[in-house]
Structures are given as C-alpha cells and as structure tokens.
C-alpha cells in the first residue's frame, strides 16, 4: 500500500486567526515544535504563516506584537487530500518550493504535511533540491504591498479597497467604483454627480492621435492599435516619467486615460469596419456611452447595465500579469503611457485576457449540447486548454463567472443555456482527467457570452476587457509610484558552467 498523506501529516493542525499577532503565532509554532501555522476562518483555510514569513517581518523590523498574521500569511494556499499518495504531496511541495501544506477533508482542515514528513518517509530526492527558490510562474509568491484589492483563492471572492466586487457590481455604478478606485473611498451623491461629468468631459481624443488614427487602425486589431494610441498619447500630451512627476499630475494622467480608452477602442473599431467615428456623448454614462460608440444606437436600459456590470467586475484582479507588468514598469520610473502599453500586451495573451472570444469560438466549435463530453475530452487528452476554465488563484467557482452567468440568464442572452450545459461538462470532465486540479469556469467563459448579448463582437472582447481594466492598471500605477522601489528580481541561471574561453571568430 502506498504511504498516503493521512500517515504523514501532523495533526490536530495548529490554527490562528487572521488577526492573531505575529508574536502568537510565533509561540504557537514554538510550542508545538512546528514549522507553519494554518490561518482559517470557521471550517475554511484562507491562509498559511510559516517560519519564513516570520522571518520576512522581522526582516523589515515590523513589531511582532502588533503586526497581524493575516498581512504575512500566503493566502488560499494549496491543499492536499488526506487520502492522496506522498508523491503527490512530494511534487506539489517541491514543484511549488513549498515547505508546508494544509490537508482538507470534506471542506475541514484536518492536519498539516511539511517537506520534513516526506524526507522522513525516504530519501524522495537529494536535499540541495529542496531548495528556497520561488515556484515557478511566482505562484503564491507575495511581490508587493498593495491597498488596491485582493483576491482569496479558497473563498472564491475578491474586493477593491475592502468592498466585495461582486457587490460593488449589483448596487453601484461603474463612475461609483472608478471613483473609488482613483479617490481610495465611494463618493457621496454630490461627488459622484460631479464625477460623471467631470470623466465625461475628458472623453475625446486629443487631435494629433484623432488625425493618426485611421493609418492605425488599418495596420492591426484593436488592442494593438490601443497598445500604439497609449503611446502616441502620453507623447502627444508630454506625459513625464512618473519619477519626476508630481503625484497630483499623474491622478490626472490617469483619468484622463480611463475616459479616452473606449473612444479610441470603439473609433478604431469603427474605422476598421469603414464606418464614420461617431463621438462620445456626455450625457450618457460610461457603459451606454461606450456602446453608442461602438454600434451608433442608443443602447436598451439592460444591455447598458449588464456590461456595466461586467466592467466592474474586471477592473481589477489583484496581481495578475498586466497590472504585475504595470507596476514593473512603474517602478522604472517610465511614464504612465509605457506601464499601460506594457500591461495591454500583456493582457493580449490568451492565457491571461485573450480568452473570451476563444471561449465563444469553442461553443461554435462543439455545436450542441450532446457533442461537448466528445469534443473536451478529445481536447484535454490531446494537452489542449479550455478556453474560459481554470484560474491561478481560484480553486473554487470564480465569483465573476458566477456574477456574469446570473447576468446572462436575466439577460436570457441567446448562448447561456449552451454555455451553461457546456460549462458542467467541462467542469466534469476537467475533474475526471485533471484530478486534484481543481478547474472552474473563470470569468472569461460567461464574459463573452454577456458582451455578445450586449452587442460587442467578438473582436471587441478582449478591447472592452482592457478598457476597464486601464481603471485598474492606472490605480496600481499610482499606488507603485507613490511608493516605488525598483522592481528587480533575480533569475537561477541553469546554463553551461561559466566561464568558458570565448572562441576565435571563424577564418573567413
Ligand atoms: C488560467 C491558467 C493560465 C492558470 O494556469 P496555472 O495556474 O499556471 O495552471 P497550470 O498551467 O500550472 O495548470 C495546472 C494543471 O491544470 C491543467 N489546466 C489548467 N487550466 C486548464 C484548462 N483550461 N484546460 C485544461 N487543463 C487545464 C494544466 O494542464 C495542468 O495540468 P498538469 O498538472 O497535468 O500539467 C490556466 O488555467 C489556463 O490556461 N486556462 C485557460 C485560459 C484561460 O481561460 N485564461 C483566462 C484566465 S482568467
């Protein structure tokens, strides 16, 4: 019988609460001869302190006594199965350069497996592999101090400034949570009334990329022609580097960008179709107007806010690759222009923002209801990757796939009872040939089927992604640069051994 976790793992688990001092969880830890300590709130793991992040804070001589666990901790760790072989442990451990994982049984933490569990058991592999090198892709890895937002893997929610998104999305309006992004608070009626007609005004697009915009839009797809009119415009309007700007100027910088985005998303659009730009409105707000721009027609009452909705649920993600890629730029010092064209190439990609309309292709692809088993499990078994499904951070449903598919059934969009039927297969499908993975609909699957139904195209996904997330991008800008400290990690070089004697040119 294989060695499972249940005989290797410590238990009971030693538990803390999120509030719980350093110092106590340190005590902990000593009392009981560990090396970790599980964060949970009720039944549920939402975080792990260990002997590193101990050492972190005091690295940066924060005060044990006061500093709360919950700003250490690595949030929604990984979790094992008390039933699961050591191997399995052995590899999530070592491919993640993990030293601790908790172990879950029916939604219950049960105990905990540290690496010295395994090396217990046998000599799994040489020790200097178990080295403290960050897991790859910087999975779990905490790179900066943010008061933006976060997202909790485990739980399946994530906030801006302390406010569940999801919520902010149902009772708020896009100006209400911009605002909270750009002010750090939601307005008062007054503020937001003023708000509205303020980001109104700073719609058009300034001339000199008005008159370049119909060479670009011929030359490339929406977001590139975005990626290039960012940078045109932060030339045009002399945007300085953000190491020598004021704070204030770059706050305004940023608006500015946030309301012209979907002027130059929907021109470009528009010219690429051979249709006239129609200009913004400002009497209408910023979903209606964007899609008075795209279509020419004044949108229904539902279809405004359902991608209104959707809007603001992207706006931001916690540190996902383009606003990462922001804050990186950012940190050089380089103006707002460069950490925003940086983040849209980021987004491009079709692992990160690039998998709407690849989601919408694949329901094309698979037809009916009564193809979709044959045609996933022919795809995973063949290493493909579902389009719209699995997530780095959520191991459970993403709370944006659910908001959106709520949406697209009030909306009773034309693809959502497909898309619904497709989304249990893939999910069963994923569970039986990915075991332990844990892959859900992310919130790409439902996004284009709501875009759709609100009238954008396809091709106008991943642009009308981008478009709120310059929201959040810009906010992450403002926040690396008022207190930035170069970005500049360090990679392990696994090349020949140097030096070697450089070789004589060939003789000619
Ligand atoms: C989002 C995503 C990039 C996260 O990736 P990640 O955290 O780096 O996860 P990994 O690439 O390490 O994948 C872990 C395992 O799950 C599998 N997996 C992850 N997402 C999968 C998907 N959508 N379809 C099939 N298998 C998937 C991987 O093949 C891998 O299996 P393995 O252990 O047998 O090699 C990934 O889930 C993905 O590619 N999804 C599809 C693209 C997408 O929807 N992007 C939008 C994200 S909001």
Redesign the pocket.
């Known amino acids: 019988m294989p060695t499972v976790i249940r005989d290797l793992m410590s238990t009971p688990p030693v538990q803390a609460d999120g509030d719980d001092t350093l110092a106590s969880v340190a005590r902990r830890m000593a009392d009981a001869n560990i090396g970790s300590v599980i964060i949970a709130e009720g039944a549920d793991v939402v975080g792990i302190v260990t002997e590193r992040d101990l050492l972190r804070a005091a690295a940066v001589d924060r005060d044990p006594s006061t500093e709360p666990a919950r700003r250490w901790m690595t949030a929604s760790p990984d979790v094992l199965g008390p039933d699961e072989e050591a191997g399995v442990a052995w590899s999530n451990l070592s491919d993640h350069h993990y030293r601790h994982l908790p172990v879950v049984s029916d939604g219950a933490l049960v105990g905990v497996v540290s690496l010295r569990d395994l090396m217990g058991i046998a000599r799994l592999r040489p020790a200097d592999e178990t080295s403290e090198d960050v897991p790859r892709?910087l999975?779990g890895v905490v790179v900066a101090d943010t008061a933006v937002g976060d997202v909790r893997g485990l739980e399946g929610f994530f906030h801006y400034r302390q406010y569940s998104a999801v919520e902010l999305a149902a009772h708020r309006s896009l100006e209400d949570v911009w605002f909270l992004m750009a002010e750090g608070a939601l307005p008062t009626g007054e503020q937001s009334e003023a708000f509205v007609r303020r980001t109104a005004e700073l719609r058009s697009i300034p001339p000199g990329l008005s008159a370049l915009l119909p060479a670009l839009a011929g030359l490339g797809q929406p977001l590139d022609v975005l990626r290039t009119a960012v940078s045109v415009l932060g030339g045009e309007l002399a945007w300085p580097p953000t190491h020598d700007g004021d704070p204030h100027q770059l706050a305004e910088q940023a608006l500015q960008l946030c309301a012209v985005v979907p002027s130059i998303l929907t021109a470009t659009y528009r010219l690429r179709q051979g249709l006239a730009v129609i200009p913004p409105r400002s009497d209408l707000a910023y979903a209606a107007n964007y899609l008075w721009m795209l279509t020419g027609v004044e949108p229904i009452a539902a279809q405004a806010r359902a991608l209104e909705q959707y809007l603001m649920l992207t706006i931001d993600h916690g540190f996902n690759s383009s606003t990462f890629t922001a804050r990186v730029i950012t940190s050089t010092g380089a103006d707002l222009a460069a950490a925003i064209c940086g983040a849209i190439g980021a987004l491009s990609g079709?692992?990160?923002?690039g998998?709407p309309s690849r989601?919408l292709d694949m329901l094309d692809a698979i037809g009916t209801p009564e193809n979709a088993e044959a045609w996933v499990r022919d795809a995973?078994e063949h290493g493909?990757?579902?389009?719209?499904?699995?997530?780095?951070v959520y191991k459970t449903d993403d709370p944006r796939s659910l908001f959106l598919r709520d949406v697209a059934c009030q909306m009773d969009a034309p693809l959502v009872d497909f898309a619904t039927q497709v989304e249990q297969t893939v999910v069963d499908v994923?569970a039986e040939l990915?075991p332990g993975?844990r892959?859900y609909a992310?919130?790409?699957f439902y996004a284009g089927v709501v875009m759709a139904a609100c009238g954008v195209t396809r091709e106008m996904f991943t642009p009308t992604f981008a478009a709120s997330r310059t929201i959040g991008w810009t906010t992450h800008v403002v926040e690396q640069a008022a207190h930035n400290r170069l970005i500049r990690p360090a990679a392990r070089y696994v090349g020949p051994v140097p030096p070697q004697p450089v070789p004589e040119p060939a003789p000619r």
């Open positions: 892709g999975e079709p692992l990160h923002g998998a989601a995973v493909g990757r579902i389009m719209g499904f699995g997530h780095r994923l990915k993975r892959l992310n919130v790409e």
